[in-house]
């Protein structure tokens, strides 16, 4: 039985179960609703009135009998879910249901009623006829039962560490400091981390969120993480925190000299265990960092520098004349390159390698001569380090190959054995169960383009997402720097997807970051890549907040890059894809920021756009008796910019504003917005005039630390910085001169409903 004295925590059920409705309140209440009425309405508030996520059939029976449904949710996402019942219980077969939300006026009061007291989409469903009536009330009654089989979708235990890591990246990538904060505080709170592993997370969210700084510059988190054999993204992000931090300031002046020096102040060059090994990390600013380091080792090792000089960018030419300044230095400090022939290789050379903790070196020198069972320790205590498969196999091979066998092995000794040969055991690509020896034989992927091949040829979702997560950090972007290589990685990246759409989902972070995130500007070559990543995004069962903003980057970094026709209309067709899937109130700010980057860009296909406009504003207009003020006026500019006409329910007199609100909370107020976006930051200053006439609104745009924006930073009430168009010397510059007491708005997006959504919310 029921309990309806929950019911009184629904307020509006007075007003719905009142007036022209013949199923009164106090008949809900008491049980007494005539013609079984009672234990169908009684289920419906049940679940309203005890689920925070919850949607429910309200009937409204009228004087002649007719008979009309009300379909509400308490989310978007039920409301989503509920419209996918509805029409498969009832559809248009029995009534005029056309699954479109209901838009109430006066002659319907008790769907006004309802649009009042819920966020979500209304739905309505009329029936007249007494038939139509009984059959839509039996095809509500199974609905029912499929309720209560339904299993719960509450979460029932803590969410797991992996899939909080998988949202824990994304924030990252998306720029959402709340969420990835938030996130990385549950992580820490679910005690499933061990304490280096707690310190590698630290280091993920400083690295993920560009506060380099805060790694290079915090002590002891560097002495610690030196005390273990760290994961090769762990090294790299520390790594390319001290290059950030002390060295790349140089560049612009192309003064290899200044940033050895700066490198070297800061202590870099003693920093030996961090710069133990390499790990096969490729990223470009970890290779100078790795180059700085050994030009400042007393002696600098001629082969181990010029092996470095050959792996240098010359991506941009920024980059190319900065590689071209460090191996003008490197020549000066090292001196001619060394006569071609067999170097002699003593023990000597090999211990001094390993004490001043350069296990890469080590394991090659020791490897180049007879083996003794010190030396074959030392080159298994290399290879923990390294923890990369040639370094275990040679350490391995020289273990097994020892004669005598040796006999009083050490538990510590035991312990590093046990760990090495199930290192190796995990880089073998092919499931030990198989049956196919070529397979078996397969190289492990080692690079994007190999590890996306292997992928769509069918490689085991688990070996092909243990592969990832041991070496994704070690995959460069450089060998795709060419048109053709670019191609080719993009299609088997969309035959990856296609394939196993899961496993490059979970690949997607590091896709993005090595493609986009580490880099300033788009790069022509890379449109296949970019576009297959968007696809990946619109192919996705599920889209977290974070991917939407990060398909809304894609977007700007595709359009910055030049498409063409066909290009734009794929993007197009992506773009429209997400947001039929994802509209909802809740996302009417990610979409206007859509449509803004579509809008200040190039559109090689015009009327493509304005689909998208169309499809922004039919969102709009479904939601009209929700939308604030913010989203009327940016659609009406957005209106004006493309000149089409206005739609008549934002400039209906009786549409919602709520201007004296907004002008009440920022009428009289020193605003500060940063943002490289220039057009988004002018639109924004533009609509917050119009909102909020007396406030004081200033754009800055500065890429270093300006006594403008310094003095912004001191003296605005409200500083907006829209991170995701920023430099990280603008970012500190306003961080380190911001006064505790005033709060730093860091927007979800770059574009202006984002930026007026994070003031409106401060």
Not at 80 to 97: I, P
Not at 246 to 266: I, N, Y
Not at 366 to 390: D, F, G, N, W
Not at 478 to 495: F, I, K, V, W
Request: proline share 7%; hydrophobic share 45%; with cysteine.
């Amino acid at each position: 039985m029921i309990a309806t004295s929950n019911f009184n925590t629904l307020p509006w059920g007075p007003a719905f179960f009142g007036g022209p409705n013949t199923l009164q309140w106090l008949d809900v209440l008491s049980g007494s609703l005539p013609n079984g009425w009672s234990d169908d309405v009684a289920f419906w508030l049940d679940q309203l009135s005890r689920n925070t996520e919850a949607a429910g059939v309200l009937p409204h029976v009228a004087a002649d009998g007719s008979t009309t449904w009300y379909g509400v949710a308490t989310t978007d996402r039920a409301s989503r879910s509920l419209l996918e019942d509805l029409n498969g219980f009832v559809g248009a077969t029995y009534s005029e249901f056309s699954g479109r939300p209901h838009l109430p006026d006066a002659t319907d009061p008790q769907g006004v009623v309802l649009v009042a007291a819920f966020a979500a989409p209304l739905y309505r469903i009329h029936a007249t006829s007494v038939s139509d009536i009984r059959t839509i009330r039996r095809a509500f009654h199974l609905y029912q039962q499929l309720i209560e089989r339904r299993p719960s979708a509450a979460r029932l235990s803590p969410r797991s560490v992996g899939a909080l890591r998988s949202r824990f990246d994304r924030a990252l990538l998306a720029g959402d400091h709340a969420r990835a904060q938030s996130l990385y505080d549950e992580i820490l709170a679910s005690g499933r981390l061990s304490w280096d592993n707690r310190l590698y997370l630290r280091v993920r969210l400083h690295a993920g969120l560009g506060q380099w700084p805060l790694i290079a510059m915090d002590t002891q988190l560097l002495r610690e993480a030196g005390n273990f054999p760290l994961p090769v993204e762990v090294r790299a992000d520390i790594i390319e925190a001290l290059y950030r931090t002390f060295a790349e300031p140089h560049e612009a002046a192309v003064d290899a000299t200044k940033a050895l020096t700066a490198f070297s102040s800061a202590g870099a060059g003693c920093m030996v265990p961090l710069f133990s090994t390499r790990q096969g990390i490729s990223r470009p600013r970890v290779i100078k960092a790795f180059l700085l380091h050994a030009l400042l080792k007393p002696p600098p090792q001629p082969d181990e520098i010029a092996s470095l000089c050959d792996l240098l960018p010359m991506g941009s030419p920024q980059d190319a004349a900065f590689t071209s300044a460090l191996r003008e230095l490197a020549a000066t400090i090292v001196g001619p390159p060394p006569l071609t022939g067999t170097p002699n290789v003593s023990e000597p050379d090999a211990d001094a390698a390993f004490e001043d903790f350069d296990y890469d070196r080590a394991i090659d020198l020791y490897a180049a001569q007879p083996s003794t069972p010190k030396a074959v320790r030392r080159m298994l205590h290399c290879a923990k380090m390294i923890r990369s498969e040639p370094a275990v196999r040679t350490a391995l091979g020289a273990y097994d190959a020892l004669t005598p066998p040796p006999q009083d092995q050490t538990p510590a000794l035991r312990a590093t054995l046990e760990e090495l040969r199930a290192l190796l055991e995990s880089f073998s690509a092919a499931p030990s169960s198989s049956s196919d020896t070529s397979a078996a034989a397969a190289p492990v992927p080692d690079d994007w383009l190999s590890w996306c091949r292997s992928v769509a040829q069918g490689m085991p979702k688990a070996v092909a997402s243990r592969v990832l997560d041991e070496r994704h950090a070690a995959w460069s972007c450089e060998p795709y720097r060419s048109p053709t290589d670019a191609q080719q990685l993009a299609d088997q990246l969309g035959n990856a997807a296609f394939a196993s759409a899961d496993v490059v989902h979970r690949a997607f972070p590091y896709l993005y970051e090595t493609f986009v995130g580490d880099h300033d500007t788009a790069n022509p070559a890379w449109k296949p890549i970019y576009a297959n990543l968007l696809t990946a995004l619109a192919m996705s069962e599920g889209r977290s907040a974070e991917d939407l903003e990060l398909a809304r980057t894609l977007a700007s970094v595709m359009l910055d890059a030049g498409l063409d026709t066909s290009e734009y209309d794929a993007m197009i067709r992506d773009l429209r894809d997400i947001l039929d899937k994802e509209a909802a109130l809740s996302t009417l700010d990610w979409a206007l920021d859509l449509a803004e980057v579509l809008l200040l860009n190039r559109a090689t296909l015009p009327d493509a756009r304005l689909g998208i406009v169309v499809a922004v504003l039919d969102i709009a207009r479904a939601r009209a008796h929700r939308l604030a003020a913010r989203h009327i006026k940016a659609l009406r500019m957005l209106c004006d910019d493309l000149g089409i006409d206005v739609p008549d329910y934002l400039t209906a007199p009786e549409a919602p504003d709520g201007s004296d609100e907004i002008k009440s909370e920022l009428d009289g107020r020193t605003i500060a917005i940063y943002t490289l976006a220039e057009s988004a930051g002018q639109r924004a200053v533009r609509l917050l005039r119009d909102m909020a006439p007396t406030a004081t609104v200033t754009l800055n745009n500065d890429l270093v630390c300006t006594d403008r924006l310094a003095s912004l930073a001191r003296q605005a009430e409200l500083f907006v910085f829209a991170w995701r168009s920023s430099k990280h010397a603008a970012y500190y510059c306003v961080k380190n001169h911001r006064p505790e007491k005033l709060p730093l708005l860091l927007p979800r997006g770059k574009g202006t409903a984002s930026i007026i959504q994070a003031l409106l919310e401060a």
